[in-house]
């Protein structure tokens, strides 16, 4: 997209008609409407691109949050370039723009956030949140244009733990956060006839539970055995999130406490505030208060292992969405 900002050039490959071959014989007219309808898409994706670059410049720093006082935009590092780009092309994703501009403006705001919870002090959580709200924004836009497997969905899987040499505590209370939740899908499971999604998201959490408690040496295991349970009992189907006050379907409640558990693990937030029971909390009351705090700056050495946390965290966000949770980012970065 810097491309075609910087230069005004379409990157589409430059289409010949043919001599010979098996397209030799045919008149020179028809030739001419398949060359002019094959190059209409890359016209259209490039006249996309050059929108949103239009609109991404046609607004100061200063005008942006968290960048008055700021002036020449020459002047902004690397953190607040990502946060002017990120607000412009959040805007222009939730506006009332064609769906394809807004498509692209959501993939580019979801690296934007990401850039800005890796590079901005006191912006981790903010920067996770953004990024995976943008690329819900991004999946629902392609989905609804019938374009698949154009939008990098952030995972919910960790493969292994060799990246994750981070703070202890933070990484211990990842863990709990990982499996409680995988302990409030296997009881969902078992109420619903043995789901076999619901089981595979248990063995999943789990999982990752089982590579953050031994990515860096623990003084005990932080899981625990087993974890309270009325809640689920009570509400297999939809439960309300004391943490946020809205009501979604059980499983999305489950899975975005799991990831807002994971945020204070390493924002320094409250993580002692909430019930236990895996389902409709936004904390725990086991977990170990980290000494962690992301939002005081991250070093270079620590963004290979923040990434991944981040990814994390924005992929359980993306999920619980997914599964019914209201598409309110504004009551999780209150």
């Known amino acids: 997209m810097q491309t075609l900002c910087a230069h005004g050039e379409s990157t589409a490959p430059t289409k010949r008609v043919p001599t010979d071959g098996p397209y030799a014989s045919v008149p020179l007219a028809s030739r001419r409407l398949r060359f002019r309808a094959s190059s209409f898409a890359a016209m259209v994706l490039a006249a996309t691109a050059a929108v949103i670059c239009m609109l991404v410049l046609s607004i100061p720093a200063h005008a942006l949050p968290g960048l008055a006082g700021r ?35 959501a993939m580019s705001a979801k690296n934007d956030w990401t850039t800005v919870a890796l590079n ?27 374009i698949a497997d154009i939008v990098a969905i952030p995972g919910t899987r ?34 619903r006839g043995a789901d076999s999604r619901l ?13 953050l408690a031994t990515a ?3 003084e005990k295991d932080p899981r625990q055995k087993i974890y309270s349970i009325d809640a689920i009992a009570k509400n297999p189907a939809e439960a309300t999130d004391p ?7 059980t499983t999305a409640v489950v899975e975005m406490n799991c990831a807002l558990e994971q945020l204070d693990a390493f924002s320094g937030g409250d993580a002692e505030a909430a ?24 070093t270079d050495a620590q963004k290979p292992g923040m990434r991944i946390v981040s990814s994390l965290i924005a992929g359980h966000i993306d999920q619980a969405l997914s599964d019914g949770y209201p598409a309110e980012d504004s009551l999780l970065l209150k």
């Open 71 to 105: 002036g020449d935009d020459t002047e902004l590092g690397p953190c607040e370039r990502a946060l002017q780009s990120g607000y412009r092309n959040h805007a222009i994703y939730q506006s009332s723009m064609p769906s394809s501009t807004r498509l692209l403006a």
């Open 120 to 146: 901005c002090p006191q912006r981790f959580s903010e920067g996770t949140v953004r990024s995976a709200y943008a690329a819900y924004a991004a999946e629902s836009l392609a989905s609804n244009l019938g």
């Open 158 to 191: 960790l493969d292994d733990n060799s990246g994750l040499k981070l703070d202890a505590d933070a990484l211990a209370a990842m863990s709990l956060a990982e499996d409680r939740a995988g302990f409030a899908y296997e009881i969902l499971a078992a109420k």
């Open 199 to 211: 089981y595979s998201l248990s063995n999943e959490r789990k999982t990752n539970a089982q590579l």
């Open 216 to 218: 860096v040496k623990q």
């Open 243 to 249: 943490g946020t006050g809205l009501s979604a379907p």
């Open 275 to 298: 019930e236990s029971d895996g389902s409709a909390s936004a904390a725990t009351s086991g977990a170990t208060q980290s000494s962690s705090n992301a939002d005081a700056g991250i």
